[in-house]
DNA sequence: AAAGCAATTGAAATTCATTATCACTATCAC
DNA sequence: GTGATAGTGATAATGAATTTCAATTGCTTT
């Protein structure tokens, strides 16, 4: 199933950058493939020194490069915990949905809620605008550290 | 009424200072009077330059690090739309809101919904967590942009 | 008033994430 | 092959935000 998912972003990527007349090279398969294995947000530093554990010569430009190419491909989003720092996700094959995050240990949870997605668009259009899209992060504290 | 206003924020803010053993400046008052005539969420960088119109010695880590203590007081609040600039709008006074913004043009308007407000509340009980805050942005295209 | 002392400041240097530049290399169409 | 073009890695550059530090300011205690 990973491998069918896999082998599916792969197309979408090849599909993505042929349409574009870009070409496959193996920096960024490397760098997909790496980016594909991770199923937590990651930021492009991170993903940096994991592809460098599999080719040394590869750098850093590169690896911001190809992310925002799996974005506009649809295979990646941004996401923004307002820590400086830009982090990555998986976009194709995951449902929408929003981040509700400790603020004491920091473990991110993913959710959704179809009422609030209905009511933010009925929220837009009182204004007179057509929503497009959306970011929702939610903090508090979870049960465990609730406990302490 | 702004007078009203404006001297209840300056009292918070010595009272702040007076209560953490910090100094009331001639810049930090510029600065929170300079803060205060902007109805608008503004970067450290803007302000700086208007302040540097009243006190052309002013430097802008004071501004940075007056914004900060504004928020430590309430007074003011980080605003992040993801440009990489951190913004800051006023804290007292105004209720809590999210932020409806055109992505054509860039006006932004505040927005609240006490019934998402509550569902948001329900969601993170849901998984067990107890919710402190939350941000939220929407994105659109306003009634104006739309005719275009 | 003088002295002591901690808070404050502005300028400059520094950090950190991200982007741009550039010389070189790989790949494609012909 | 031969050019044209895309892609690369190293490095420099950018931009926001923070830190450093010597100098200054404002209180407190004499």
């Known amino acids: ?3 069918q998912t896999q082998k599916t972003e792969k197309q979408i990527f090849a599909e993505f950058l042929a349409r574009k ?4 090279t ?3 398969d490397l760098i997909l493939d790496e980016f594909l294995r991770r199923e937590q947000h990651i930021s492009a530093e991170e993903l940096y020194d994991e592809v460098k554990q599999r ?3 590869i750098g850093q430009a590169t690896v911001y490069r190809v992310l925002k190419l799996l974005c506009e491909a649809g295979l990646a989003r941004e996401v923004n915990f307002g820590d400086g720092t830009m982090r990555y ?3 194709f094959g ?3 949905h929003d981040h509700l995050t400790c603020t004491a240990c920091g473990k991110t949870i993913e959710v959704v809620d179809p009422a609030i997605e209905t009511l933010q ?7 007179g605008f057509c929503l497009s899209n959306h970011e929702m992060y939610l903090y508090g504290t979870c049960a465990e550290c609730q406990g302490r």
Chains 1, 2 share one sequence.
């Open 121 to 127: 668009k009925a929220l837009a259009e009182k204004y």
């Open 1 to 3: 199933m990973t491998e």
């Open 55 to 57: 080719d040394r010569t």
């Open 26 to 28: 193996s920096q960024r």
């Open 94 to 96: 995951h449902e929408h």
């Open 21 to 24: 007349n870009l070409r496959e």
């Open 89 to 91: 996700e998986h976009e």
